[in-house]
């Protein structure tokens, strides 16, 4: 079961930061944060993760609150080619077992011209 | 470049006959796995691979078969396919794997396959 939840859907103007929520309130103290997209039924795309600290890397910056329940990923100058199915994913960090990527249904991230 | 390929990248085949789809990927990585995803179902995993001659079931496995023979290739084998395998194909892979605390997996072009 999705251990994360995401509004379906968002929509945001070229050139502006697109802010995407993520909730995770049952996540456990050595879980990751990770976030992927998926470009129309392109093969999906590793963008960022983190524990506890926020990251950035040339792709996007991830915001993960101090009690880790949820996140935000910002794409600080959205391009019409970042429209894409956005997934937040928590999990891993055990250090064992099968290392399977849960993807929950995501967020629909369309930019507007 | 890194990169996962996967063949062929589409397919139209009938009830039955055997097919297979390949995956290479050129990155020394342990840990490769098969997923498909269809509209609704989000992506599952079919089976994977912590390393040569390693391979165990994931969520959907029935009705495929994998091997890895080579840490680079990861074949998916349909024996004899259905049309409820129709579905969009991923191969994936990662450096450790299970092994890893933290890691990142990449996925492969997909291949999108139609069994009538």
């Known amino acids: 079961d999705a251990k994360t939840t995401q509004p379906p859907s968002m929509d945001c103007a070229e050139g502006r930061a697109a802010n995407l929520p993520c909730n995770h309130s049952t996540i456990s103290g050595n879980e990751y944060v990770y976030w992927y997209r998926q470009i129309h039924s392109q093969g999906p795309q590793y963008i960022i993760h983190g524990l506890k600290n926020n990251e950035t890397n040339e792709m996007a910056s991830l915001i993960i609150t101090e009690d880790r329940k949820s996140s935000t990923l910002i794409l600080p100058h959205a391009t019409l080619r970042d429209t894409a199915v956005y997934y937040c994913i928590v999990g891993w960090g055990s250090g064992g077992s099968n290392y399977k990527l849960t993807f929950g249904k995501g967020t629909l991230l369309t930019v507007n011209p | ?116």
């Open chain 2, 1 to 116: 470049e890194a990169q996962v390929t996967q063949n062929p990248r589409y397919l139209i085949t009938v009830t039955g006959k055997k097919l297979t789809v390949t995956c290479s990927q050129n990155m020394n990585h342990e840990y490769m796995s098969w997923y498909r995803q269809d509209p609704g179902l989000g992506l599952r995993q079919i089976y994977y691979s912590m390393n040569v001659e390693v391979t165990d079931k994931g969520d959907v496995p029935e009705g495929y078969k994998v091997s890895r023979k080579e840490k680079r290739n990861f074949p998916l084998i349909l024996e004899s396919p259905s049309p409820n395998q129709t579905s969009l194909y991923f191969c994936a892979s990662s450096l450790l794997g299970g092994r890893a605390v933290e890691e990142t997996q990449y996925f492969g072009p997909g291949t999108r396959l139609l069994v009538l």
